[in-house]
């Protein structure tokens, strides 16, 4: 197989690109609601239920201010029904190409140490840093 984003060659249990960082794995779409634009009709028609109770009031037209309240407290009442689903809802699962399941690979251990003589003493780089706190700077100005 290969990236669809940069053409390296992949392996079928990766989830990422090692080249690019491309996400592998496909999550899948098919939802049965959509959960997405729920909170925005209903805030949406929350103001419109209470322009139309404000106006059946200013106007007095009694039906047109009861609507707008109806209208107010079912759109809250769906606000409160969607955002309990939707936090209650199970989590989706990802689908992996090819296989069912991710396969965990054996990986080498850690705890490995260098032959004796290759991990001799390597200076780092403030070796010997504190020796030059004792000579006096030399600033050129």
Do not use: H
């Amino acid at each position: 197989m290969y990236c669809s984003n940069c053409a390296a060659e992949i392996s079928v249990d990766q989830q990422f690109c090692r080249s690019c960082g491309n996400v592998l794995v496909q999550e899948n779409t098919d939802s049965r609601f959509n959960f997405r634009y729920l909170g925005l009709v209903a805030f949406l028609a929350i103001f419109l239920g209470v322009i139309a109770a404000v106006s059946g009031k200013m106007f007095a037209v009694k039906w047109v201010s009861l609507v707008g309240i109806f209208v107010s407290l079912a759109s809250l009442f769906s606000l409160m029904i969607g955002a309990f689903l939707l936090a209650t809802r199970p989590q989706r699962r990802r689908s992996y190409p090819n296989s069912t399941e991710p396969q965990i690979l054996a990986a080498d251990k850690t705890s490995k140490l260098l032959p004796v003589g290759v991990n001799d003493f390597i200076p780092g780089v403030t070796e010997k840093t504190t020796d030059l706190l004792k000579e006096p700077a030399n600033i050129d100005r």
